[in-house]
């Protein structure tokens, strides 16, 4: 997936209230991919971890509405024991989260699903993926 960055997609507004809930300062990283070399759930992102922060630090808030990178992660920690500089990753894709539903959108909608699905599915992941995925 490719986006161009300019000086009109830019929306610091962004950054300042991931960091403002994380905790964390996206300006720290300095792009090496050891995240994204790390991270089990790779395949199933739209961009990788180490591309999600190169557009959190140029405040591309319209490209990172639009990617799932920061629902599919599981928060399995491992970014972060291994990120050089010391960035606690999965609490900036938790941040993420938090802003869309705060909004009241949710990324899933009970309500749409099927009856097979919520048969099939194990109760534990329903109620996790509510409980991270819906308002
Ligand atoms: S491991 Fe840390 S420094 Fe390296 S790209 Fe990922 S977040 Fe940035
Ligand atoms: S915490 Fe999330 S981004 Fe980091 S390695 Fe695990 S699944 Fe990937």
Known sequence: MSYKITSKTIDDNLKRKVSEI???MASKCFQ????TGSCPMIEQMHITPRRLMALLQWGQADALRNVNT???CA????CQVRCPRGIEI????EALRLIKLRTNENYIEPSNLQPEEIIDLPQIALVS???KMTS
């Open 22 to 24: 994380s905790g964390q």
């Open 32 to 35: 090496c991919g050891t995240c």
């Open 90 to 93: 999965p609490k900036v894709m």
């Open 75 to 78: 928060s399995c920690h491992v």
């Open 129 to 131: 993926g509510f409980r």
């Open 70 to 72: 920061h629902w599919i």
